[in-house]
């Protein structure tokens, strides 16, 4: 290793690995001792599913859950997110899949499946994942208990306990439970997507059983505190109490049995953006019909008998492939409201992010001064986020700015990023803003946004027919003299302040004349009429970033061929398009050592003798979500280096206006590679190893080497604990 790395904890012997390991994939018509590299690089065989990889890293999510030392806390944390994407991936993969075998669609993937058969490779993976990640639960339930933090059933409570649960019912839950019926003068009700409900079976005097659908609040806490004779926390499920007390709901009548069900549907829009008069009304109207998607899964309580199963089956309009059993809880993302209690005991420790080197002690104005003297590097979340917000709220006072232009993807609620640009609009700046209001399930906070903004006079721009901006840069204009100056933040994350303490990313102050300028060149471009295709330094999607890339990867095959160094390091989140990974095919049969860290998805197989052999791929799956990309060119060793907002995926290289941006400082391009980059792919604590095959193995020491999670590092040299 070219530096000391401070140790960190080991991993346990004893932790439970994935216990999902087939793929479900299509058995290769190639045999173990097909010559690869005899096949054409395209060959579908050299490719993995992405549907399955994508399941793989929600393996390697799980893995963290099952981590016996993560806290406690961390992994209910992990099994929220779980339950999350899993939840995403059916709204939105699984649906794609289905809308393809419904309208008759047999053209196969990349590697080579039918959408029928990407449906049957990925079902025994999701079933295994959503029972694995059950049982995981109890296990860190047992734990919570120990430590005096009690999830209970209700059947479990004392009479006090019973009693407190009871008026809480009364006083919050019941009015705002509705009871809805199924019979002959009442049709099925609407079930909304992600909702959790209750099937009810009631008996009235003369026998006669009827289905009622009572969906439990979600506007309500999922875990409900209860009355307890000592310090120890208890909290009960929602669903439960709402069962218990049914009979309120439905007086007179004799409650059979009740289970818990939870629907999940379609929620992929396409968006005629050609036909459309308004995008911000077209928008508004599709995420109301998103709601009503046809349904894609149904998880229910493994206990539900079959003829209830066949009411919803049948009303739903699914079959029985659709239908997940489970034991409970149902609703896996909502774990959230038990991550946030307070036991810090049970977390991981706190930290204070620092400043960035470079804007130290440095407040109003005089962030203008710092980075005229240098380019200043940020690393989320290990330095604070809080200068980008101050360098905004500068700007919006500052009187000799005149003009702030800002592009937003996912910014959160209660954002002070934009709480800066309406201030800046307030006093007279000349204020444009890009909302990108087809940030999948961001919609409706953005056109939130984006209204706000308008009623304060900013020019709300709303994006580029049929592209989505995904870059992420901000542009201040600022009067110098006699002339001005443009100060630029790129970035590879959001500006949002809540995922900047949560996602590892990158950023860039600069005042360089030729970035300013192309990014004065973008803005118009995403504002305006403009033709213009190559920038200054800037590279753009859908414009050049894949003809760049594509170059840059090519002249390292030269330098290999020539018989010099030739090496690549990609950080990204995920790897799928074809060509790409075809030329990194190349790139390794001509010598170049090609290190991939890839977060999620990556279609690409290493390791395959005549194809593959120099590029290894590492996931990276710890305690903040690694959401950076650097792209790292050896350049016979005058290195360049990019960094930005796409990743290898045909979307972000040929249908989204992305941004890839020099890092210009020699000293900033050596801290990327010495520290940065070769601390992850040094890391062999939350490091996975990527197998040719398409799985995944944990990153083993070797004797006498220190331990290194990557993330524990880079808060340790970076940031002092409270």
């Not at 609703?331 to 991981?348: F, I, Q, T, W």
């Amino acid at each position: 290793m070219e530096a000391s790395l401070p140790s960190t904890k080991p991993v346990s012997d004893t932790i439970q690995q994935t216990p999902v390991e087939s793929t479900g994939q299509r058995s290769d018509s190639t045999s173990p001792e097909t010559d690869f590299s005899a096949l054409d690089l395209g060959h579908p065989s050299l490719l993995v599913n992405r549907e399955v990889s994508q399941l793989r890293f929600f393996c390697r999510v799980l893995e963290e859950a099952q981590d016996e030392t993560v806290p406690l806390l961390e992994r209910i944390k992990f099994l929220s997110i779980l339950g999350s994407i899993m939840s995403e991936f059916f709204m939105v993969r699984v649906a794609g899949l289905k809308q393809q075998i419904a309208a008759g669609i047999t053209e196969v993937s990349p590697d080579g499946l039918t959408p029928s058969e990407q449906l049957a490779a990925i079902h025994p993976m999701v079933e295994q994942l959503m029972e694995s990640s059950r049982v995981c639960f109890h296990e860190v339930l047992a734990g919570l208990d120990r430590s005096g933090l009690h999830v209970v059933d209700y059947e479990a409570l004392s009479e006090a306990q019973r009693a407190s649960a009871r008026a809480y019912f009364e006083n919050i839950v019941f009015p705002v439970l509705t009871p809805l019926a199924y019979d002959p003068s009442r049709p099925f009700p609407f079930i909304s997507n992600m909702s959790l409900n209750l099937a009810v079976i009631i008996r009235e005097d003369d026998g006669t059983e009827r289905f009622a659908r009572v969906k439990v609040p979600s506007t309500l806490p999922r875990l409900i505190p209860v009355s307890s004779a000592d310090q120890d926390v208890y909290l009960v499920w929602l669903e439960q109490v709402v069962s218990a007390y049914l009979i309120d709901l439905f007086p007179g009548m004799e409650i059979v049995e009740a289970h818990p069900f939870r629907v999940t549907r379609d929620a992929e829009i396409a968006i005629q953006e050609l036909e459309a008069d308004d995008l911000l009304e077209t928008i508004e109207r599709f995420v109301r019909r998103r709601r009503f998607g046809s349904v894609v899964r149904l998880v229910i309580d493994r206990h539900m008998p079959e003829y209830i199963q066949s009411i919803l089956k049948k009303n739903l309009q699914i079959g029985p492939e659709d239908v997940y059993e489970v034991d409970l809880p149902l609703a896996m993302s909502s774990l959230g409201c038990l991550y946030g209690y307070d036991r810090p005991d049970l977390k991981d420790q706190a930290f204070v992010p620092m400043d960035p080197e470079g804007l130290e002690d440095v407040e109003g104005p005089e962030i203008f001064a710092a980075i005229r003297r240098q380019d200043i590097l940020l690393h989320h979340p290990y330095e604070s986020f809080e200068p980008v917000v101050e360098f905004l709220e500068t700007a919006a006072r500052d009187p000799n700015v005149l003009a702030i232009k800002q592009t937003l993807y996912r910014v959160g609620r209660n954002s002070p990023v934009v709480a800066a640009l309406l201030e800046a609009a307030a006093n007279g700046k000349q204020v444009a803003v890009l909302v990108e209001l087809k940030a999948r399930f961001d919609e409706e906070s953005n056109i939130e946004w984006a209204k706000a903004l308008e009623r304060e006079g900013v020019h709300v721009i709303y994006g580029l027919l049929g592209l989505k901006t995904h870059s992420k840069i901000a542009l201040v204009v600022r009067k110098e003299g006699a002339g001005i100056r443009r100060y630029v933040h790129l970035a590879t994350g959001n500006y949002n302040a809540i995922t900047a303490t949560q996602y590892t990313d990158l950023g860039l102050f600069t005042a360089r004349e030729d970035l300013g300028a192309d990014a004065s060149d973008l803005f118009n471009y995403l504002t305006g009429y403009s033709k213009l295709r190559e920038y200054r330094k800037l590279v753009v999607a859908p414009l050049n970033l894949r003809e760049k890339v594509e170059s840059l990867i090519r002249r390292e095959i030269e330098y290999a061929q020539r018989g010099e160094k030739g090496h690549l390091i990609f950080k990204i989140n995920s790897l799928v398009d074809k060509k790409m990974i075809r030329i990194l095919y190349e790139a390794s049969q001509a010598g170049v050592k090609v290190d991939l860290l890839v977060r999620g998805i990556c279609c690409l197989r290493p390791g395959i003798p005549g194809v593959s052999e120099n590029i290894r791929v590492i996931s990276i799956v710890g305690r903040f979500l690694e959401h950076s990309r650097v792209y790292y060119f050896h350049n016979g060793g005058s290195a360049e280096c990019y960094l930005g907002s796409a990743d290898l995926m045909p979307r972000n290289l040929d249908r989204r206006v992305e941004v890839l941006f020099p890092v210009e400082d020699p000293a900033l391009i050596e801290r990327l590679r010495r520290e940065i980059l070769h601390t992850y792919l040094h890391d062999n604590v939350k490091a996975r190893i990527m197998q040719s095959d398409g799985s995944y193995k944990r990153a083993i020491p070797a004797p006498g080497e220190p331990l290194i999670n990557s993330q524990e590092w880079f808060i340790a040299r970076r940031t002092p604990r409270p």
